[in-house]
């Protein structure tokens, strides 16, 4: 009995692995055309001061609505264009779409808008990141000062080295660089004093108790002081209750970023946003 058991948990498992290969084959399968059926569509969360109340920019956040497998969460897709080689060309679509989109705001006379837009380590490992940035910038004609670009630990851990000096070029331009996830990775001390950050990222997983627990808030409090020490701004992320929105204000968080604001919006909706007065919530 006990064998026929075993077997059929070796039975379920390799079933489970060949439907997770089979859905990670199909992926692959689907990402390889995706940019040529225009599959891909950038969305724009906001990101507003705490202090005022204003809307000061928006996070770039990819979106992807396959005719075959429906709508995939860009957790699931990114690692897996990673792996097979397909970033690159992902990373280098959101940026010109993003960068195409604020010229539009611009010429709209919207105003500066500043995007942030998430960079993943495949993209890092090419020679070609910065030069890509500054001509796409120059095509479009958009201002360094109205890019951001998010890094992890995870973005810049394959070549540190190569990281920081790419980052140092794109900072030497104008192009601001958020530290993101913060606290969740490995080394991020270490992290902080050698790339040449100017925003840090609570991350949302430190906000999502923090009027509650006790550890959440003292780490919530520490990154806004250790921030603030170091010159960075500070955003918190995943900011979804007026409580927490009270709590971080009140300890000097400069930014946040959550369904308590907005959800990420397609480009119609945030320009809707946009047309409005700036001050977009009250404090
Ligand atoms: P991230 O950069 O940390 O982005 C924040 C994620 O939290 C987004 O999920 C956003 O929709 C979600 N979020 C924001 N506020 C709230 C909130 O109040 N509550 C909850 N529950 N969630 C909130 P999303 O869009 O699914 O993206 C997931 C991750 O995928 C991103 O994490 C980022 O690492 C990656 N990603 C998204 N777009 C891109 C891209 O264009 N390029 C790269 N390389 N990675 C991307
Ligand atoms: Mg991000
Ligand atoms: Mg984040
Ligand atoms: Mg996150």
């Given at each position: ?28 399968a ?50 897996l ?17 993003v ?52 890094i ?35 080394s ?15 991350d ?18 520490s ?36 369904y ?24």
């Amino acid at each position: 009995r006990a064998k026929e058991t075993g077997r059929d948990h070796y039975a379920f498992f390799t079933e489970r692995m060949d439907a997770e290969i089979r859905d990670k084959l199909a992926i692959q399968a689907q990402l390889r055309g995706a940019i040529a059926r225009d599959e891909f569509e950038v969305h724009y969360q906001p990101q507003m001061c705490l202090r005022t109340g204003e809307l000061l920019g928006a996070e770039a956040l990819l979106r992807w609505d396959n005719p075959v497998l429906g709508k995939v969460p860009p957790n699931r897709f990114i690692p897996l264009a990673e792996e097979y080689g397909m970033v690159t060309a992902i990373g280098e679509w959101v940026l010109e779409s993003v960068c195409a989109q604020i010229k539009l705001w611009h010429d709209e006379g919207l105003g500066d808008i500043k995007v942030a837009v998430n960079l993943s380590a495949g993209q890092f490992g090419h020679d070609n990141t910065v030069a890509f940035v500054e001509a796409t910038l120059r095509r479009f004609g958009v201002a360094p000062a109205n890019l951001g670009l998010e890094i992890t630990e995870g973005t810049v851990m394959g070549d540190p080295d190569k990281a920081v000096a790419a980052l140092k070029c794109l900072k030497d331009i104008g192009v601001s660089i958020s530290l993101d996830d913060f606290g969740t990775g490995y080394s991020s001390l270490g992290y902080l004093k050698r790339f040449p950050i100017d925003v840090l990222k609570i991350d949302k997983s430190f906000v999502d108790d923090v009027t509650t627990n006790a550890n959440d808030a003292a780490i919530a409090l520490s990154v806004i002081s250790l921030a603030h020490n170091l010159n960075l701004r500070v955003i918190a992320e995943g900011v979804e209750t007026r409580a927490q929105v009270d709590f971080l204000a009140e300890r000097g968080c400069d930014e946040m970023q959550g369904y308590y604001f907005s959800r990420p919006l397609a480009a119609p909706a945030f320009t809707a946003l946009l047309r409005q007065p700036r001050k977009l919530f009250d404090q």
